[in-house]
């Protein structure tokens, strides 16, 4: 098989310390035996130069027969934790294989393992295995971020019985491990009564296709007083009514921004090296990665869109029928962890792409619960979800830092509620926030972020200079 020039390079021969001295060594006795016309040191001369050349032929010609099989534990892992890789080496050869050093080759941005001398293996066993011929060796590895990371080949380093050349060889073949993002545990209280304006959208069992059931949410201006249920505002404590609503399997559609088109017009202020927009975009999917997970758990099919073609998956074609569990919290985050980061010049401008156009609301889905996440929009996206609010109830943004002032206004005109997240600590309050009064007036009390990372305290939201909602723990 073909390989490129550097990497062919890579595999050649080269001297060791040791045999590149004995070079110098042989060279400077050469120059003194002609020069002073010495033949017995000539001898010394052409032996120094020769051992080193023959050394790097022989492990040029030892090519090593090894399988290696790699395992993880565990197989996924959360960006920040560590798994642990079991590397089994056998040898197919008839010898003793020997004197060598390894080192499993790991991408950039994890941190590679050490060298280290591979104990000696002994001449393949078909006949009567024993074992000899396997060795076990394991090491550690960080995943510090996101993203599918592509493990091995491992490379063993071979070198003459005295140490003059050595020669590195990839054996065997890599394998990936799936780093997923970080999830946050949110308010438990909150994976049932999502909303922003007293519609409970509570998890309903089917029991009967054509079956409906009275349920009791918040009273609201405007509710008819016939509709009033007083067995449920005597429990609560505060004005409910009735609402008819169709048993079924809940659902929730997540719209995650990964196209990041808004960056075009700062990119007269952000430089090459500035980082902002990446931090932004892993911080959006751990927040995609956080609500998904939590409305899984109790029971929601949960849908995961780009925000600007809602009608196509992001991240492939089995997520757009959606997941639900079991099984489908793993295919979420594994999903979610080979989302690639949108490279800097990727992004297009609003005025090249063609108009929205609105997806006409079909069924169950007009009033399904919708998140969106948002890292650096443009006009464009704004417009798209303004002409999807009339599918989704309630209608919650969470906003990045590098959400521009203009996009919030335009979704909060549309009655979009805009939660502002700038780092991970805000998610468990942002999730909290979500349940604060609209601008409408609607009077329901915030709960506490019991289960966010920035300590569990209660959430008191206020607007920032943009006019988004923020949420901070006090």
């Not at 609010?389 to 005109?413: I, N």
Request: aromatic share 6%.
């Amino acid at each position: 098989m073909w390989r490129p020039r550097s990497a062919r390079i890579a595999t050649w021969p080269r001297l060791t310390r040791r045999g590149a001295t004995l070079v110098i060594v042989g060279v400077l006795l050469l120059a003194v035996s002609l020069w002073f016309d010495l033949r017995d040191i000539l001898v010394l001369a052409f032996v120094g130069i020769a051992m080193p050349a023959v050394a790097a032929a022989f492990v040029a010609l030892r090519k090593p027969r090894l399988a290696v099989t790699r395992r993880f534990a565990p197989p996924v892992v959360s960006a920040g934790g560590s798994t642990k890789v079991s590397l089994v080496v056998k040898n197919r050869a008839r010898r003793t294989f020997d004197g060598a050093h390894w080192r499993d080759r790991v991408p950039s941005g994890l941190t590679a393992p050490a060298e280290a001398i591979l104990p000696a293996i002994g001449p393949h066993e078909s006949m009567l295995p024993t074992g000899d011929d396997t060795v076990r060796v394991e090491y550690r590895l960080l995943t510090p971020r996101r993203g599918v990371y592509q493990i091995g080949p491992l490379r063993v380093g071979i070198t003459d019985p005295f140490g003059l050349a050595r020669v590195d060889r990839d054996v065997g073949t890599g394998r990936e491990v799936a780093v997923t993002p970080r999830v946050t545990p949110l308010d438990a209280a909150l994976g049932s009564a999502a909303s922003v304006d007293g519609v409970l959208n509570g998890l309903q069992r089917r029991t009967h296709p054509n079956s409906d059931e009275l349920i009791a949410r918040e009273y609201r201006y405007g509710d008819p007083l016939r509709r009033v249920n007083w067995a449920a505002t005597a429990r609560r404590g505060e004005l409910m009514v009735r609402e008819e609503e169709q048993r079924g399997d809940p659902e929730v559609r997540i719209i995650l921004d990964t196209t990041l088109s808004g960056r075009g017009k700062a990119s007269a202020v952000r430089r090459d090296g500035d980082d902002r927009t990446h931090f932004g975009f892993e911080l959006g999917v751990e927040v995609a990665a956080s609500i998904g997970m939590h409305l899984l758990e109790r029971g929601y099919r949960v849908r995961c869109d780009r925000v600007d073609d809602p009608e196509r998956s992001i991240l492939s074609e089995e997520s757009g029928a959606g997941y639900r569990l079991p099984g489908g919290d793993r295919l979420l985050l594994e999903d979610l962890a080979r989302l690639e980061s949108p490279s800097r010049q990727s992004g297009a401008r609003a005025e090249s792409r063609a108009p929205t156009h609105a997806a006409a609301p079909r069924g169950r889905e007009a009033r399904m619960p919708g998140f969106a996440v948002l890292v650096d929009p443009d006009e464009h996206d704004a417009r798209a979800l303004v002409a999807l609010r009339s599918t989704f109830e309630p209608a919650v943004v969470f906003a990045t830092e590098g959400v521009a002032a203009g996009v919030v206004e335009a979704l909060e005109k549309s009655d979009w509620r805009v939660v502002r997240v700038r780092r991970s600590a805000d998610i468990g309050p942002a999730w909290s926030g979500t349940t604060v009064p609209a601008r409408s007036g609607t009077t329901v009390p915030a709960r506490s972020g019991g289960g966010g990372t920035s300590g569990g305290g209660a959430a008191t939201p206020h607007r920032d200079g943009d006019g988004a909602v923020t949420a901070d723990a006090s």
